[in-house]
């Protein structure tokens, strides 16, 4: 049943677990192989996605939060029927999925890479068992005591973050002792944290297609952040150009990280800094990268990761992997001081622009922008591709200069 069939037929069912926006295109690309698509979906998302699939099972879940009560309802979808393939889309559907494919015997990365992924002390003791490349770090339980001063006394500046979050929220670099100081007290009742030393060095990710433990498919992708202290994400840049020994070196630090985790199958998202001693790692993750990266990388190589994943979920043949880059593809996200939106400009322009693919802004005039910390307020988006990089560029400086989010300190809100 769960052998590679040519072509997946129409009696094929894929469990998609979490669909939200961001994973319609793995529906999309399921009925294309002719499967049929059940989805277990956040109770509140429901009704949104109900015309897109064959059947929704509403889930007690929660995005990023609730992991227990998305797998409490795969589980009793898998019992209801089997599925071909089961395919959790973001971070709080990756246990419930692996727990299924498990049980199921369905393609998966495994529940020890599900676990690992979900949990980021996980992955710290993990690498440093396998000798792999990544910051000095604390796990503790009590950050404000001495011990732990002590500790990051010796290793400022330093980073504090939750186990398990996403999208930089709760990661906070504490440049000196009294900063650290501050920032313990702040978080003294946050059981278990994480202290690490900050590592410098520009950021990448890796991402993966992954079969049985073998890369099918690597890209790396360039990534610029807010920088100190929250690192929200600004820019990606898919196909970044890397010296031929650095370029070696993330070929290994990826194999390595999948032998770590014990990656069987599926797509797989490790974040790294190129540090002048070699690859650091910040986190892995077995799941859909954010941010648009699944865009890039398809109009990057020219093939549908979404497709590839599902293929790889309902174990269907895989197309031969692409030779190489056919074109130049980055997404941006623009921040914006914090108070009221009294303003929104430029969109239509950018838009008409050749190169962008697609671009919005997500907030609206009356709303407030607080101050950047994650992701979340972040107020624009565009995802630009272009024939070369030089284009790209330009298409990039051309949309941050002609999107315009005007804000005014927000009234009275002492
Ligand atoms: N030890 C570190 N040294 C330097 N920068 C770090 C470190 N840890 C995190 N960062 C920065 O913070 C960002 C978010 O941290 P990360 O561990 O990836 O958490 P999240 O799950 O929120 O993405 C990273 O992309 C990086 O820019
Ligand atoms: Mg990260």
Known sequence: MTGREENPTGDGELLLVGVGFMGRPYVAAAKRLGLRVRAVEAHD??????????EVVPSQGKYGALDELWAETVHAAVEARRPT?????????VLGAALAQDRAGLPGPSFQAAV?????????????????????????????????????????????????????????LAPDAAAFAAAAARRASERPILVEQAVEGPEYSWEALVRDGEVWFANVTAKTTTGAPHFVELE????????????????????????????????????FRLTSEGPAVMEVAVRTPGDYIMELCSLTYGIDWFEMVVRLAV?????A????????????????????VVA?????????????????????????????????????????????????????????RTLSIKTVPAATEE
């Open 45 to 54: 998302w429901a009704h949104m996605i109900e015309h897109l699939v064959d």
């Open 85 to 93: 393939g089961i395919f959790g889309f973001t971070e709080s559907h």
């Open 116 to 172: 690992i992924s979900r949990n980021k002390a996980l992955q710290r003791g993990r690498f440093r068992t396998h000798g792999i490349g990544q910051p000095e770090f604390l796990l503790t339980d009590d950050v404000a005591a001495p011990a732990a001063a002590e500790w990051a006394g010796t290793r400022l500046p330093v980073v504090l973050k939750p186990l398990s979050s996403a999208g930089s929220d709760g990661v906070e």
């Open 236 to 271: 990606h840049r898919a196909a970044a150009p890397l010296p031929p020994a650095d370029a070696e070196r993330v070929a290994a630090l990826g194999r390595a990280v999948l032998d770590a985790i014990g990656m069987r199958t599926g797509i797989v998202h490790l974040e």
């Open 315 to 319: 174990g269907a043949e895989l197309p």
């Open 321 to 340: 992997p692409p030779e190489g880059p056919v074109r130049h593809a980055a997404s941006l996200f623009v921040v914006s001081d914090p108070g009221e």
């Open 344 to 400: 929104l400009d430029g969109l239509d322009e950018v838009r008409a622009h050749p190169a962008v693919v697609d671009a919005a802004f997500r907030v609206s005039v009356g709303d407030t922008v607080g101050r950047t910390s994650s992701s979340l307020q972040r107020t624009a988006y565009a995802v630009l591709a272009a024939d070369s990089a030089e284009e790209l560029e330009e298409a990039i400086a051309f949309t941050r």
